[in-house]
C-alpha cells in the first residue's frame, strides 16, 4: 500500500503540467510527500518485526505468497531502475526518491524471505 501511495503521489505530480514555477512547486511537495512515504515503510517495518518478534512466530509459507515473493523479486527490481533512468533523464527528485522506495522494498523484500 505504500509503494501505492508513493507511486499516487506522482501521477499527480507528472499529470498536469503548468509554469515552471508552478512545476517547481509541485516537484517540491511531490519529493516531501513521497520522503513522507519512507518513513510510514520504515514505521510498517519496525512494527511488523516488533510484533513477530514479541508474539515469537514462525514464518509461514503459501504457494500464493510464493508466486507473489518471486514475481515482486523479478519486477521490482527491474521497475525501481527504470523509473530511476526516467527521473534523471526528467531531473526528477521526487520520481527519484520513489525510484528508491521501490529499490529498497524489493531489498527489504529478498532479504525478510531468506
Do not use: N
Amino acid at each position: 500500500m505504500i509503494e501505492v501511495l508513493a507511486a499516487g503521489i506522482l501521477v499527480w505530480r507528472l499529470r498536469d503540467s503548468g509554469s515552471l514555477e508552478e512545476e517547481s512547486k509541485k516537484e517540491k511537495k511531490a519529493l516531501l510527500l513521497v520522503g513522507l512515504t519512507f518513513f510510514l515503510l520504515a514505521g510498517y517495518v519496525v512494527f511488523e518485526a516488533g510484533s513477530a518478534l514479541l508474539q515469537q512466530q514462525a514464518a509461514e509459507t503459501s504457494w500464493v505468497g510464493i508466486a507473489l515473493a518471486v514475481a515482486s523479486l523479478v519486477v521490482m527490481p527491474v521497475l525501481g531502475l527504470s523509473k530511476r533512468k526516467v527521473a534523471l533523464q526528467m531531473g526528477s527528485r521526487a520520481l527519484e526518491a520513489d525510484a528508491w522506495e521501490t529499490l529498497i522494498c524489493a531489498y527489504l523484500f529478498l532479504h525478510t524471505k531468506k
